[in-house]
């Protein structure tokens, strides 16, 4: 069984004719699944995660392997077995991603991303020469300016967090702002969403880490950045967002209008934030059936 991972952070390829036989492929070590599968299959699921986050994320989604569908996971560094030897570039991944996607033009392809990986996801799907592409998007980053201001967002909530706990314990205001990631800012105002951030918090302290400078600035550097291209604006993708109302993060008109400019649907999640794979684990096998995935 896949141990869930908590999430700690917030979001061109040419087509090779013909199907390239498995021994050819040149195993990108981003890449995790099955290589051999890939020649044969009728439908390419490809899981990219966000900032600061571990493929396990996806738990549900490994269910859905089956002879004739494999699901590739897009590891970023630092994490799921990788090195620290990069940073995540939004532009960039896509590419690798549509490159392994675009050697086996006649299978169906799904993405599915969360927050950085959303991103990347669209940009993917945009560089994706097949006939039948579908994106999942949840908790989605959005283009310049709009992440810009991630940084005091998230100072300003943790400032909150401290004038409850006291600036002496790190982990203790880490633990205390992970409750705005999971119900926004006034999780605390209607008992139920006290309660569940409580209850959350407390039965995950132990897997909660004080994310690290290094490897958090080189996961979301190139994100604060990123511009739409031409290509996502012009796709033919089909693109669903899955976003939380309360996400403090990334809101969600800025989502809203993300999705206008790439001609996608918005499903909200209330009194949901940013961490919606925790708030909102079915997310994943709702957005598996919107995409037509049955096991």
Known sequence: ????????????????????????????????????????ADEIVFLIPGALASTYMFGPAFTWKSRRRVVMEYRFPGYDGLAHDRAV???GDAAKIAALANRFPRARVRVLGFSTGGAIAIEAAARMDHADVQVAAIGCAVPFPGMLGVGPRGFAGLVRAAGVTGLSDIKAIWLEYFKTLLYGRNWADDPWT?????????????????????????????????SLSDDARASRARVRFYHGVNDTIVPLRLVRRLATLVGGEVTAFSPDAHLLLLTRPEVITRAGRDMGINR
């Open 89 to 91: 570039h939004i532009q």
């Open 194 to 226: 006290r309660a569940r951030a409580n209850a959350f918090v407390r039965a995950l302290e132990d897997q909660i880490a004080v994310p690290s400078d290094g490897v958090g600035r080189s996961h979301s550097a190139n994100l604060l950045i990123w």
């Open 1 to 40: 069984m896949r141990r869930r991972a908590l999430i700690l952070g917030g979001a061109g390829a040419a087509l090779v004719a013909g199907c390239a036989a498995p021994e050819t492929l040149r195993r990108e070590s981003n890449f995790r699944g099955d290589y051999r599968g890939l020649s044969h």
